[in-house]
């Protein structure tokens, strides 16, 4: 059947690139992108703007969509009262950021799709998520929140404009961020006692309602248990760590992680999936691999990189956005099975295999969430780790592990053939960023070229292709189309890659870049009276606020990683004027930190880091050699987070590195060997050629 919406016209959103904002293309809705002419109209017709923020894997803004937007009466409400702008929130976080602290502070609630009605002038008198058309359950319909907004517009205007000048001094008042003390180890304890208290030791993860992956609080509990040697730390990590891996939030026909789960098992997913958390995962995974030498971290992390480098990697090199929950108008309709469709694709050994293992049943071995009634459809998912499930079985556990292997990939192939859930192919600097240093981890734990091959080619798209025509770093790429003024995270994400991707290669063109990346976001977002970095730059649109943001959330703050940033590049380059801007930003944010320290993770590694013991390694030798390998390979096989590493060639006669680093001016090889120098704290130790030598000067 033919899609009616294609018949309209299509308002201004089709001119668009994000393809969030071309879903909205055909609606009845006039919608206009974020931008002067709509604020111009507004003040022209004098009409309040009706601002609907979102993103295009979240379901509720495709819910909203289907029931408000597409439908004929709602359309003609709002294009009589209102001035329409659609946002991508993933395009544009300055606004999402800045209107979701409104919604906040005005509900004491937040969430997508975002909905702001404001004066043309961008001050907002009302804040909602969704909204649904008609009235029900204690939530306004679209049919009654327009005339009653269009009643206080046109009749107690001046109500609403004292209201929205209210909201702007109290939001003005919120961000002001009074430096304090700096932080010491104490806060580390802190936050591991709030982590620890909130700890589900049943299903792994932290809380008892809906679970979210955080890899930060992973990454962090890491240092702490390394820094302390508290089991409970590392046993936090672990239990999390696998009962994600076992749970249906895991993509177990075609890999990869989805968002988050409804339930406190890990059991049933919000579908879609994001780079960022791939990312993260990625990091998390190796780390722990690193701590504990088990096998099943290694496995996870390369099956993470295998769904995003088949799926989630553009031609020019970098990484796309997300992949929706939804195809075909049903959230996880691609994701899910019923028993005879298992039955149907698999041999009969390999059917019932299945089925035992990943917890099929004919009538679903999951409950809807809004009718509480079993479906028929299935989400793969384990109850133990893969060998004790065969070995209470009493199965042999190497063919039975090539038996699932092969029915996976039968029913993967399978799958390919169901409409898939659109992907957002937009490509994000930060989400890059992010996806770039874990490639690099992974290519230098696991000594694999094709990760490292993946994280050269989308950092060198990234630097050729994502500047505007000044140099400076841009948001957001699509289709040949290079947009939107750089953010705080797009730079230190960014840094951030360049940094672990110098440390895998050692091309200095990398830690070159980085250091100029760093002298600009310097330049442009950092906060000269107050210290830390502001969100937005120094000529960036201004929407009501310039914000500085420290929270840890589903990804971390663009200040966390600027300060682990700014640490690596000041013992790379002995520079303290890094080290000192590191400082200032734990100075700056210490008072919002101390109120709850778990909720800035990301902030307590870099400060773990700043507080050592940490090491400076300069390995002086020849790439090519198999000692200088075996010594690279012991150096990264151990979790050794709180590093820097540099890399002195010694068959070059003046070597890139010491004009950035004078410092290996004078390190060299010992009698043509690989040479390792290690300072720790800033004292140094005596070369070594000795790989154990090596590993007991860095306390291994």
């Given at each position: 059947?033919?899609?009616?919406?294609?018949?309209?016209?299509?308002?201004?959103?089709?001119?668009?690139?994000?393809?969030?904002?071309?879903?909205?293309?055909?609606?009845?809705?006039?919608?206009?992108?974020?931008?002067?002419?709509?604020?111009?109209?507004?003040?022209?017709?004098?009409?309040?703007?009706?601002?609907?923020?979102?993103?295009?894997?979240?379901?509720?803004?495709?819910?909203?969509?289907?029931?408000?937007?597409?439908?004929?009466?709602?359309?003609?409400?709002?294009?009589?009262?209102?001035?329409?702008?659609?946002?991508?929130?993933?395009?544009?976080?300055?606004?999402?950021?800045?209107?979701?602290?409104?919604?906040?502070?005005?509900?004491?609630?937040?969430?997508?799709?975002?909905?702001?009605?404001?004066?043309?002038?961008?001050?907002?008198?009302f804040a909602g998520t969704y909204i649904p058309k008609e009235s029900r359950f204690g939530l306004t319909g679209m049919k009654s929140l327009v005339?009653?907004?269009?009643?206080?517009?046109?009749?107690?205007?001046?109500?609403?404009?004292?209201?929205?000048?209210?909201?702007?001094?109290?939001?003005?008042?919120?961000?002001?961020?009074?430096?304090?003390?700096?932080?010491?180890?104490?806060?580390?304890?802190?936050?591991?006692?709030?982590?620890?208290?909130?700890?589900?030791?049943?299903?792994?993860?932290?809380?008892?309602?809906?679970?979210?992956?955080?890899?930060?609080?992973?990454?962090?509990?890491?240092?702490?248990?390394?820094?302390?040697?508290?089991?409970?730390?590392?046993?936090?990590?672990?239990?999390?760590?696998?009962?994600?891996?076992?749970?249906?939030?895991?993509?177990?026909?075609?890999?990869?992680?989805?968002?988050?789960?409804?339930?406190?098992?890990?059991?049933?997913?919000?579908?879609?999936?994001?780079?960022?958390?791939?990312?993260?995962?990625?990091?998390?995974?190796?780390?722990?691999?690193?701590?504990?030498?088990?096998?099943?971290?290694?496995?996870?992390?390369?099956?993470?990189?295998?769904?995003?480098?088949?799926?989630?990697?553009?031609?020019?090199?970098?990484?796309?956005?997300?992949?929706?929950?939804?195809?075909?108008?049903?959230?996880?309709?691609?994701?899910?099975?019923?028993?005879?469709?298992?039955?149907?694709?698999?041999?009969?050994?390999?059917a019932e295999t299945v089925i035992k293992i990943y917890n099929i049943y004919k009538e679903g071995n999951f409950e809807d969430e809004a009718s509480?009634?079993?479906?028929?459809?299935?989400?793969?998912?384990?109850?133990?780790?893969?060998?004790?499930?065969?070995?209470?079985?009493?199965?042999?556990?190497?063919?039975?592990?090539?038996?699932?292997?092969?029915?996976?990939?039968?029913?993967?192939?399978?799958?390919?053939?169901?409409?898939?859930?659109?992907?957002?192919?937009?490509?994000?600097?930060?989400?890059?960023?992010?996806?770039?240093?874990?490639?690099?981890?992974?290519?230098?734990?696991?000594?694999?070229?094709?990760?490292?091959?993946?994280?050269?080619?989308?950092?060198?798209?990234?630097?050729?292709?994502?500047?505007?025509?000044?140099?400076?770093?841009?948001?957001?790429?699509?289709?040949?189309?290079?947009?939107?003024?750089?953010?705080?995270?797009?730079?230190?994400?960014?840094?951030?890659?360049?940094?672990?991707?110098?440390?895998?290669?050692?091309?200095?063109?990398?830690?070159?870049?980085?250091?100029?990346?760093?002298?600009?976001?310097?330049?442009?977002?950092?906060?000269?009276?107050?210290?830390?970095?502001?969100?937005?730059?120094?000529?960036?649109?201004?929407?009501?606020?310039?914000?500085?943001?420290?929270?840890?959330?589903?990804?971390?703050?663009?200040?966390?990683?600027?300060?682990?940033?700014?640490?690596?590049?000041?013992?790379?380059?002995?520079?303290?004027?890094?080290?000192?801007?590191?400082?200032?930003?734990?100075?700056?944010?210490?008072?919002?930190?101390?109120?709850?320290?778990m909720g800035y993770t990301q902030l307590m590694v870099g400060l773990d880091f700043a507080l050592g013991p940490s090491f400076e390694v300069v390995?002086?030798?020849?790439?090519?050699?198999?000692?200088?390998?075996?010594?690279?390979?012991?150096?990264?096989?151990?979790?050794?987070?709180?590093?820097?590493?540099?890399?002195?060639?010694?068959?070059?006669?003046?070597?890139?590195?010491?004009?950035?680093?004078?410092?290996?001016?004078?390190?060299?090889?010992?009698?043509?060997?690989?040479?390792?120098?290690?300072?720790?704290?800033?004292?140094?130790?005596?070369?070594?050629?000795?790989?154990?030598?090596?590993?007991?000067?860095?306390?291994?």
């Amino acid at each position: 059947m033919a899609d009616k919406s294609k018949e309209r016209n299509p308002n201004k959103l089709i001119l668009e690139k994000s393809p969030y904002l071309m879903q909205h293309a055909y609606n009845p809705v006039d919608w206009y992108p974020w931008g002067e002419e709509a604020f111009e109209r507004a003040k022209k017709k004098d009409k309040p703007i009706f601002l609907s923020i979102g993103y295009s894997t979240c379901h509720w803004c495709h819910v909203m969509e289907k029931e408000s937007f597409e439908d004929p009466e709602v359309a003609r409400l709002m294009n009589e009262n209102f001035v329409s702008i659609k946002v991508d929130r993933e395009e544009r976080p300055d606004i999402d950021d800045v209107y979701m602290t409104v919604c906040q502070m005005m509900t004491g609630t937040g969430g997508w799709p975002l909905t702001i009605i404001m004066t043309p002038d961008k001050k907002p008198f009302f804040a909602g998520t969704y909204i649904p058309k008609e009235s029900r359950f204690g939530l306004t319909g679209m049919k009654s929140l327009v005339p009653r907004i269009k009643e206080f517009w046109e009749k107690r205007r001046k109500e609403v404009e004292n209201s929205a000048d209210q909201i702007i001094k109290s939001i003005r008042d919120a961000s002001r961020e009074m430096p304090g003390e700096e932080l010491g180890e104490e806060i580390l304890h802190r936050c591991y006692e709030n982590l620890y208290d909130v700890f589900d030791e049943q299903n792994g993860g932290f809380g008892h309602g809906r679970k979210f992956p955080t890899p930060h609080n992973l990454t962090f509990l890491l240092r702490y248990w390394k820094r302390t040697g508290d089991g409970w730390a590392l046993r936090m990590v672990e239990k999390t760590l696998q009962a994600m891996r076992l749970g249906g939030i895991y993509d177990h026909v075609g890999f990869g992680f989805h968002r988050y789960s409804v339930d406190n098992q890990w059991l049933v997913p919000h579908f879609e999936k994001m780079l960022y958390d791939q990312a993260m995962l990625v990091t998390a995974y190796t780390d722990a691999y690193q701590a504990t030498g088990k096998e099943e971290y290694a496995q996870t992390v390369q099956e993470i990189l295998t769904y995003v480098l088949r799926d989630m990697t553009a031609p020019e090199g970098g990484f796309y956005s997300a992949e929706d929950a939804d195809s075909e108008g049903e959230e996880g309709k691609f994701y899910l099975w019923t028993e005879e469709e298992i039955r149907q694709i698999l041999s009969g050994e390999e059917a019932e295999t299945v089925i035992k293992i990943y917890n099929i049943y004919k009538e679903g071995n999951f409950e809807d969430e809004a009718s509480r009634k079993k479906t028929g459809k299935n989400i793969f998912h384990l109850k133990k780790p893969l060998p004790e499930i065969i070995s209470d079985l009493q199965m042999p556990l190497e063919e039975t592990s090539e038996l699932l292997e092969k029915a996976r990939q039968k029913l993967f192939l399978e799958r390919e053939k169901r409409v898939h859930p659109q992907k957002d192919d937009k490509i994000l600097t930060d989400w890059n960023g992010l996806m770039i240093a874990a490639l690099a981890k992974a290519a230098q734990v696991f000594q694999n070229p094709q990760y490292l091959n993946a994280a050269e080619k989308a950092m060198d798209f990234i630097l050729q292709e994502m500047r505007n025509s000044e140099g400076r770093l841009c948001h957001r790429y699509r289709e040949g189309d290079t947009a939107i003024l750089g953010f705080l995270d797009d730079y230190a994400f960014l840094i951030y890659g360049l940094i672990e991707l110098y440390e895998t290669n050692f091309e200095v063109k990398y830690l070159r870049e980085a250091i100029t990346l760093t002298g600009e976001m310097i330049k442009h977002f950092w906060d000269d009276e107050n210290g830390g970095f502001y969100f937005t730059a120094d000529d960036a649109e201004n929407i009501l606020i310039r914000k500085k943001e420290i929270y840890d959330g589903a990804y971390p703050s663009g200040n966390s990683i600027a300060m682990l940033d700014l640490l690596s590049l000041g013992r790379l380059t002995s520079n303290p004027e890094y080290e000192e801007k590191s400082a200032q930003i734990m100075r700056t944010f210490s008072r919002t930190v101390s109120r709850t320290p778990m909720g800035y993770t990301q902030l307590m590694v870099g400060l773990d880091f700043a507080l050592g013991p940490s090491f400076e390694v300069v390995i002086a030798g020849n790439t090519k050699t198999d000692d200088t390998k075996t010594m690279l390979r012991a150096l990264r096989e151990k979790f050794i987070p709180n590093k820097v590493v540099l890399f002195v060639p010694s068959d070059v006669k003046s070597p890139e590195i010491t004009g950035i680093a004078e410092f290996t001016k004078n390190q060299k090889s010992i009698e043509g060997k690989a040479t390792a120098y290690v300072c720790q704290n800033y004292a140094c130790k005596s070369p070594t050629t000795d790989i154990g030598k090596m590993l007991e000067f860095l306390n291994v």
